[in-house]
């Protein structure tokens, strides 16, 4: 227990005094906001505080009524006052505003800019709501649904339940698509394999919208430009009975013929560095433009290299025009990131007076300003830890008229410990240049394609960085890198970097530091001299932005490679003594593999079970025997296991060690690392969430060292997992995710055998206990 207690002590455990008053400050504020709001009500009035739906049927699985019961509740109007926590804070600043004296000042801000005037029992309109509740039932396929509501009223609060009485859902007994014999009918027939409408599904009003609308984009990409959904019409014949419906898809008869004719595109004019004008878009005269690869380009300034514009075009002179083909081309020019606006226009094309089948396509594209400068200073929290830091950027665009972005950004920050115990390595302050120029295209001496979706980039990369941990070491950092990055589609990302170059020298080492890794000899890997090159790899999918799937899930697998070849080649081998320099420094030779996996279970509309489980190996070989140290995992930390500091866990069952007198150094790393975590998440209202997690995995080292005794990985590594808990809370204010969480160690793998668990020491009650393994993180976003 006293090992436990001291860790947790020196790893930061202790929430500063600020921490607490905050607190205490947001809890008087929120038993402000609970105050009564009645007292403040009309005389006679009620406030209305919850519309509620419940469903009364014996013929719908119960597994379907919660849903249904949701649904039909997010229908409602109005909706109550904004609740947190059970209380009404905008209701009750609205309330002790009072009337404002005028249009301006505190007051008038108060009421009428953050509060939210009442919600009266008055304003409800029940039958309306009764008729909303019906027509959406009947939507759904419940032909003849029953909808009745009734009033409580408790203590001035009023609550309006709706009892809705569906029946028997109405079921698609046939479809049938009654088209005539032309190219419009046949083009129609065709797409019918994919109907979104099924023999035996229930009736959906929004099932048949949305196969009109699947019909019209077929047809769209089958050159029928004017074209639309309105132009279809689903009739429904219930006359079958046996709660079976009959369908039949047509075409209007109103129907223009133009709608009916296939298009194809003639010219294609294009204005790279288009304004608005007082008269809007204007086209010009085509004699005033430049024909390239068929294209004509209205830039008489030449502020864009044609090829560039003409490798994003996906529309072809004579061909169909396609809904796909026309997407993808303004894609793939927004992509571009040159353009601050980019429109299109189809006009059609006269011949002889007549109106053809043809359209001429118009681009305009107005260029983003071409050069960009942002200055951004930040403030950094971390447990006991606190800086700033200041980034200036400064971007050209379009630097060699090729829609390139060059990138220069100077930052500087520094970061000192404010509260825990000090010690040599705690405070620092760090300044760097990098220098970057994208592509929006690939640059290769071969000819690569991956995709024409979207707009692959080709990057280029180096920096300088100059870290100064005042009472310990420097350290000089350099770097280069080329690769590319592409999409596959929405939901694959590649990112390959050809060739990555790390540089790091260490320098003005102080004697206190020196001291210490003499007694200490793990600390020297810290400051080793580090020389890294060769490719990596990353590739990520995820369809988390479908918003429609019950079960959604995100990866990401990367690979990272240092002198492979070259140490091969040179026969490089530490343990037989031959190990080689580069610029004075050992090459690091190693294969590096990650892989992040993270599972979302939606449980309703309000809640999700969130999941991940992340894998990390490190193989040093010839020139290495370990990972150098920027390269190396660690574990713990708000986006980690949040019961202990990032840095503090770690390796294997190996015992932390102190360094004088309540001295900790936070920097404990692995080779290898495994990580699971699993939180369930759900939401109190439209900003305030809270989860509940459980934390659980270590690092570990490739190799023994008898510097770290229990640090390597073994078979046994099960019984080396750390495992913590807790609760959090997340202010979703739509541009920001603030988060905090308080968790708790549950298993210390650094403990004796069998002293591990901690369940039977956990005492609330206890200041001593509180203090000691109580762990607050503050961040932003969600920790996956």
Request: hydrophobic share 35%.
């Amino acid at each position: 227990m006293n090992g436990m207690r001291t860790y947790s002590k020196k790893k930061g455990g202790v929430m500063s005094n600020r921490l607490v008053s905050l607190c205490y400050v947001a809890f008087a504020l929120f038993c402000l906001a609970s105050c009564s709001n009645l007292k403040y009500l009309p005389e006679g009035e009620h406030l209305y505080v919850k519309g509620e739906v419940e469903i009364n049927s014996d013929t719908i699985p119960e597994r379907y009524i919660g849903p249904l019961s949701e649904g039909l509740e997010a229908l409602l109007r109005p909706k109550p006052n904004t609740t947190i926590l059970g209380m009404r804070p905008q209701l009750y600043l609205y309330n002790i505003a009072g009337e404002p004296k005028s249009d301006r000042g505190f007051r008038n801000w108060l009421k009428n800019k953050v509060g939210q005037p009442p919600v009266l029992l008055s304003d409800v309109n029940r039958e309306y709501n009764e008729n909303v509740l019906r027509n959406r039932l009947e939507n759904l396929g419940f032909f003849h649904a029953q909808v009745a509501s009734d009033t409580t009223i408790d203590n001035r609060k009023a609550t309006v339940t709706y009892t809705a009485t569906p029946h028997i859902i109405y079921r698609i007994k046939s479809v049938t698509f009654d088209v005539d014999s032309s190219d419009l009918g046949k083009a129609i027939k065709s797409a019918a394999s994919g109907s979104l409408l099924q023999v035996g599904r229930p009736y959906n009003l929004d099932n048949i919208i949305a196969e009109r609308e699947r019909i019209d984009n077929e047809l769209k990409n089958k050159g029928y430009y004017y074209f639309n959904p309105d132009h279809l019409i689903v009739e429904v014949d219930s006359v079958a009975g046996d709660h079976q419906v009959d369908l039949y898809v047509m075409v209007k008869n109103e129907t223009p013929a133009r709608a009916k004719r296939p298009y194809y595109i003639n010219n294609i004019y294009i204005y790279p560095n288009y304004t608005l004008t007082q008269g809007g878009y204007q086209r010009a005269d085509p004699t005033d433009g430049n024909v390239y690869q068929g294209y004509h380009f209205i830039d008489p300034e030449h502020t864009f290299r044609r090829f560039a514009l003409t490798n994003a075009m996906i529309l072809r002179q004579g061909e169909l025009y396609t809904r796909e083909r026309h997407n993808r081309t303004i894609r793939q020019l927004v992509g571009m990131g040159s353009f601050r606006f980019v429109r299109n226009e189809f006009v059609d094309v006269d011949s002889a007076g007549k109106t053809t089948n043809k359209l001429d396509a118009y681009y305009y594209l107005t260029p983003m300003p071409k050069h960009g400068l942002r200055i951004e200073l930040l403030g950094k929290t971390a447990a006991v830890y606190n800086g700033s830091e200041i980034n200036v950027n400064w971007q050209h665009r379009n630097a060699f008229r090729s829609a390139e972005l060059l990138t220069f950004t100077v930052y500087g920050g520094f970061e000192t410990q404010t509260g825990g115990n000090v010690n040599l390595n705690s405070s620092f302050y760090r300044y760097g240049i990098e220098a970057s120029l994208s592509f929006p295209r690939m640059i290769a001496p071969f000819d690569w394609k991956p995709t024409r979706r979207f707009v692959p980039r080709t990057v280029f990369t180096a920096g300088y960085e100059f870290l100064n941990r005042r009472t310990a070491y420097s350290l000089n950092s350099m770097r280069f890198s080329f690769g590319y990055m592409w999409r596959e589609n929405t939901e694959k990302e590649h990112d390959l970097k050809v060739l990555e170059i790390a540089y790091v020298q260490p320098w003005n080492i102080t004697d206190a530091y020196q001291a210490l890794m003499d007694t200490v000899p793990p600390l020297r890997h810290a400051i080793e001299p580090q020389f890294t090159f060769g490719p990596i790899y990353n590739y990520t999918r995820t369809n988390t932005a479908r918003t429609d799937l019950k079960h959604t899930f995100y990866f990401k697998g990367g690979l990272d490679l240092s002198a492979n070849l070259y140490g091969l080649i040179r026969g490089a081998n530490v343990r037989e003594g031959r190990q080689y320099q580069i610029f004075n420094a050992n090459f690091s030779q190693y294969i590096k593999s990650e892989v992040d996996f993270r599972h979302y279970m939606k449980l309703g509309t309000n809640a999700t079970l969130a999941s991940r489980a992340m894998a990390g190996l490190g193989y040093s070989y010839g020139n290495s025997t370990q990972l150098p140290y920027v390269k190396q995992f660690f574990s713990g930390g708000p986006n980690g296991i949040r019961a202990f500091r990032a840095r503090t866990l770690g390796p294997g069952s190996y015992t932390p060690e102190f360094y004088g007198e309540n001295n900790f150094f936070a920097d404990q790393t692995g080779d290898i690392k495994i990580e699971l975590n699993t939180e369930y998440r759900a939401r109190l209202n439209s900003i305030v969430h809270w989860a509940a997690f459980v934390d659980a995995g270590n690092v570990w080292l490739q190799n023994s060292d008898p510097e770290k005794p229990g640090a390597a990985f073994s078979s046994n590594f099960v019984n080396e997992m750390a495992v913590g808990a807790g609760l959090g809370l997340r202010f979703d204010f739509t541009f920001l995710i603030l988060r905090g969480d308080l968790a708790m160690p549950l298993r210390i793998p650094y403990r004796p055998k069998g002293e591990r668990w901690l369940f039977d020491e956990i005492n609330f009650r206890s200041p001593d206990w509180r203090r000691n393994n109580l762990v607050f993180n503050l961040a932003i976003g969600y920790p996956f």
